[in-house]
Each structure stands twice: as structure tokens, then as C-alpha cells.
């Protein structure tokens, strides 16, 4: 079942469930990719309709973030299951292992995606990690992306079934949306974000406390504010404005 916040199509999935999906992507031929909008990504699809259009034809679309649980009980939507890309990457992980099949890393500063590769090998060993790139500026603009010459004919050549992209977005899902036809043996594309940085330790992840309760914004906030400060007023001032705004707007219509 899905369910709709702000334009944004969301599968309200549970984990066991998402999870057997995820490997049936692995079993079957053909493209698929899945998305994690969390709050600052809808309203960013607000006003990029290419972004929006990437999100709404993913083939899982899972809700991350705790203003989404939020906003879905203000629309009265129910409950929303929530699954952040963070924990996704590991249950997708333990899938490549399980049927071998083999990862790319892509994204990071330089060094980053290395270094992740590493510590995927140890925490799940003989696992194939096929390639590990930063990839450069990696960034779109104008109809051009940025990236390093030759990038994609790495990524094809390494014949990866699950590439893994921890730009940020949009990029990273614009990235894949523009490139899975250079990719022919990607089975399973995700975009995770700073996922790379959680797992080579760059940057610890919040206690699982603040994450279950929504502070793990105050977390990063503390650990990046200069960087943190726009996103987050985004994410929550700008988002729960757009939320309410549409639960009023709704309300008037009954």
C-alpha cells in the first residue's frame, strides 16, 4: 500500500516485507531502484520536478525520517512504517552476501568509499565488493553532470548487480535515473546519502535513543552545524509548515 505526503508516493512497508522485495530484485532480471525520501527530500521535490518525477517512479520508495511518521498523523494517513536508508544498506548488504552478488560502492569524499569497502569485508566476509569510488564532484547542473572521466565505464566493466551511492540528494537518484541504461548489469540501485560516513566512522550515528524518539537531527546538528543548520530548518520548519498547510487546505475542501 502506498501513501501520498506532499506529491511524494511512499510504499508503507514492513521491513520483513521490504526486505523480501529488495531480494526478489536480486532473483529477477531488469533495473530496479529504491528511494528514501525523508522530509528535507520532499521539499526539495517541491520545486524540482525531475527529482519528483525519479521519486514516484521508484520501485520501492521507503519512508525515512521521523517527520514522515509525523505528517503522515497530521494528514491522517495512519500509521507509516519507517526504515531509514541507513539500516536499509546493511539488510541489502547481507542480501549480496546471501546470493553473491556482487556491490559497487560509489560516492563520498575521496578515500571514504575505499575505507567503507573495508570494513563491509570484515563485518561480512567474502562478500563481493566489486569497486569502490568516490566518483568526484559528481553533480548535475544545467542538463551536464560532473563527474570523473571514465566513471561510468568503471562501474559497467566492474559488472556490479547492486551499485550503492552515498552523494546526497538529488544526485545520487538523478545519477541513477540518468545512468542504469550504461549500467546493463545493475539488478539494484539505492542512494544512501552520508551512509559511508556512519559506517567508516567519519561521523558516528546518533544513539539508537534519538533515533527512536526523532532527535537524531539535534546529533548531526551538534556534530555538523555549519552544514546541518540549512537542512534541518528545511527538514523540520519548512516541511511541517508545508504539512499543516495542506492538512488546513484539506480540512476546508470537507
Known amino acids: 500500500m502506498k501513501i501520498n505526503i506532499l506529491g511524494i508516493n511512499l510504499d508503507n512497508l514492513e521491513r520483513d516485507a521490504l526486505i523480501s522485495k529488495t531480494e526478489s530484485f536480486l532473483t529477477s532480471t531488469?533495473?530496479?531502484y529504491i528511494v528514501t525520501p525523508n522530509p528535507e527530500?520532499?521539499?526539495d521535490a517541491q520545486n524540482d520536478t525531475e527529482f519528483r518525477d525519479i521519486?514516484?517512479?521508484a520501485d520501492i520508495a521507503v519512508s525515512d525520517g521521523?517527520?514522515?511518521?509525523?505528517a503522515a498523523t497530521i494528514l491522517g494517513l495512519g500509521k507509516i512504517n519507517r526504515v531509514s536508508g541507513a539500516d536499509l544498506?546493511?539488510?541489502i548488504l547481507e542480501l549480496a552476501k546471501k546470493r553473491n552478488q556482487p556491490v559497487f560502492l560509489l560516492g563520498g569524499l575521496p578515500g571514504i568509499a575505499k575505507r567503507t569497502a573495508e570494513?563491509?569485508?570484515d563485518t561480512f566476509p567474502g562478500i563481493n565488493i566489486c569497486g569502490a569510488?568516490?566518483?568526484g564532484r559528481l553533480a548535475k547542473f544545467a542538463g551536464e553532470w560532473e563527474i570523473e572521466t571514465g566513471l561510468i565505464e568503471k562501474i559497467a566493466s566492474a559488472n556490479p548487480s547492486i551499485l550503492i551511492i552515498g552523494r546526497g540528494h538529488p544526485w545520487q537518484e538523478k545519477f541513477i535515473n540518468d545512468f542504469k541504461a550504461r549500467l546493463p548489469s545493475v539488478k539494484l540501485a539505492i542512494g544512501v546519502g552520508g551512509t559511508f560516513d556512519f559506517i567508516c566512522g567519519r561521523i558516528r550515528r546518533a544513539p539508537k535513543i534519538m533515533r527512536k524518539t526523532g532527535l537524531e537531527w539535534l546529533w548531526r546538528l551538534a556534530q555538523e552545524p555549519m552544514i546541518r543548520l540549512p537542512r534541518i530548518y528545511k527538514a523540520i520548519i519548512i516541511f511541517t509548515?508545508?504539512?499543516i498547510k495542506t492538512r488546513l487546505c484539506f480540512s476546508r475542501k470537507k
Open 41 to 43: 527530500m520532499i521539499v
Open 66 to 70: 521521523f517527520g514522515i511518521i509525523m
Open 241 to 243: 509548515y508545508l504539512v
Open 133 to 135: 569510488e568516490s566518483g
Open 30 to 32: 531488469g533495473f530496479h
Open 89 to 91: 544498506v546493511w539488510d
Open 119 to 121: 570494513i563491509i569485508k
Open 55 to 57: 521519486l514516484n517512479r
